[in-house]
């Protein structure tokens, strides 16, 4: 058995002879010696490949399809999303944020904007009443309403949605098409269908209304004044005149903080901290160190915050590493600057753009990792190669389309000049009558009846030769031009046409040579 299989064996006459081969996947045959045919894998080549044929490079002899450049997904069915291409999708596109790139090479699609945009350069916003790919649509909705220039959907003005932006927003909802949610809670407001404010209920305040009027204040939207001094959030209208204090305070006049240890409305709530820690007089969270929260401050910082009990927001790139305790940047490969805001410039990349690039050529290198995309032309790691003779375009892999040329340009693909005798973009067209030499650019020096070879030699009919073909040919010449040497002997004459003999008496045979013996 070959390529790994497996001797099968079974008793004949008590004695054990081998029957057969047990292949393993991606081979058959009696001994195992074929693999699977294309778009086969698996045990005995009995299942079918599932990838998308035409995007997909190879199928593997466990059935895993192998994608493309330009191609991704487990059957290799998807193109490259918006903004990548190449193997794997793992190129970005270096093009205007507002074009497309092709998904398989990369280069920039002229004259073809994302949804809506238009313009040379892309950057032009749809004007009003357009919208789509290079606002190539007409908006639907009725004056003055305006559309979105990339969906076309109408934009309704605040309080107000539907396809004709006639309903009015309802369960909770506000805004333009009443996309927002309300944020008000509890019985105590109602939300505004326009800009989702809050409007309180006498006696009650804050974004939600969740809270009754703070200090200091009272009545209808909280616009009357007690009496009671900033650090109490209500009073109580009575003959006494009680202030009641927010948390973190106490006394009459809720003028005293409470003491360490303690938090709380009244600081009537004891501080649960390690090690004998304070803790907030207002919330009773522990006085942890940078970085850190919780009741036993071992919960690091999350979700973009940094410092003391997590309380100041980290200002790092989407795509960078926010340092728990002081908010400083890690960023990775391929940006820089304090924010990590910054893409690599050109020639750098590497962890904060330290490293030189070693592209060539033109070559358009990787910030994050350093390799090189080259341009049309060449290739190589660096880029240091040029297209060998007879390839061009990226990666060199396209065959020149000349036929009788010096070659083709590396990065266009256009034919260099074409050899003596040819003419045409692909040099495959013989020069017309009267024309000759590289890309038939010289004039034949005979009469305009009679052609010239590549050369620019006249074409004369067989036996005769010069300018306008006038002359005979000499002796012992023939043919056209009277190029070829008659090869007659023992005195025989040559016919200047087509070369035959004309033997002298005694002699016979093409070139007279042998000797008549009638």
Known sequence: CKNGGNCTYASVNSKFVVIGCDCPKGFTGPRCENECSKGYYGDNCQS?????ESNTANCTRSGICICRDGFYGRYCQRKCPSGTYGFACDHKCNCDKNSICHHITGVCIPNICKAGYYGKDCREVCPAGTYGSNCFFKCKCDSPKQCHPITGNCICPAGWHGELCDQACENERFGPDCQHSCQCKGKNSVCLPTNGECICKRGFDGPNCEVACPAGRYGKGCLQICECPFNSYSCVKSISGYCHCKPGYFGRDCLSKCSR???GEGCNSICNCP???GCDPVTGGCNCPPGTFGRDCINRCSGGRYGPRCSKLCTCDSSAICNSIDGSCKCPLGRTGKRCEKECPPGK??????YNCTCQNGGLCVSRIGSCLCPPGYYGAQCEKACSSGFWGY???IPCPCKHSEGCNPQTGACKRCL??????FCDKPCPLGKYGP???LTCPCNSTVGCDSDGRCKCPPGKTGLNCEDDCPLNRYGSNCRLTCSCHNGGTCDPINGSCDCKNGFTGPTCSTL???
């Open 48 to 52: 079918k490949c599932n990838c998308h």
């Open 261 to 263: 240890g303690f938090f």
């Open 275 to 277: 090690d004998q820690e």
């Open 349 to 354: 990349y590497g962890p904060n753009c330290i």
């Open 395 to 397: 990666r060199c892999s």
């Open 420 to 425: 003596p005798g040819w003419m045409g973009p």
């Open 439 to 441: 890309n038939c650019m």
């Open 516 to 518: 008549d013996k009638r």
